[in-house]
Structures are given as C-alpha cells and as structure tokens.
C-alpha cells in the first residue's frame, strides 16, 4: 500500500532527496511516497506568482509516481493555483489544474 506524506522539515527534505537521487532545494516543498513504509519516491515543487512547479519528481513506481504527482497537483489547487507546470529534462508540461481538481 502506498502512503504519500508531506515533508515537514528541510532536515527531512534533505535526507529524503538524497535517499531518491534529487538534488536538494531549500526553496521548495516536497512529499515523499512510501510503500510498506520504504521510502520510493519524492517530489520538490514550489509556487512562483500564480503557477506551480513540480521541479522535480522522481519514483522507483509508475503507479506511485501518478499518485504523487496528483498530490502535489492536489495541494497546489488547493493553495489557489491553476496553472502547474512540471519541469523536465525536455522543457516544461503544462497542466491546467481546473479540469482535475473538482472540489
């Protein structure tokens, strides 16, 4: 089963980080996804002006990846934002929050 869990300290962040493979930022927020409490992925993203940024995402799970990613999409909706963009090696992904988030 998996547990996704907001990251509470920038200690945590950093531990988290290098544990996933991510270079740590201290100027964003992050989850972490567990499985059978192992620690198998991470996002960092932050909020500039209007938009959010998932900077970076990263699971060992396509299915946690999908989770965790709605996660951050989830809380960044809830924080008033409607435009996310998830930054890749490719450039940037565009997603309109609007039409997942229906609350």
Do not use: W
Request: hydrophobic share 35%; glycine share 6%.
């Amino acid at each position: 089963m998996y547990e996704i869990k907001s990251v509470q300290s920038k200690d945590q962040q950093e531990k988290i980080c290098d544990q996933c493979g991510i270079v740590y930022d201290i100027d964003t927020m992050a989850y972490a996804v567990y499985e059978d409490d192992i620690l198998i992925g991470a996002a960092q993203f932050n909020i500039k002006g209007q938009a959010g940024y998932i900077c970076d995402l990263k699971c060992s799970n396509d299915e946690a990846v999908f989770l965790l990613e709605r996660t951050v999409i989830s809380f960044l909706e809830l924080c008033g934002i409607k435009d996310v963009y998830l930054k890749n090696d490719g450039g940037k992904l565009y997603v309109n929050v609007k039409p997942i988030c229906r609350h």
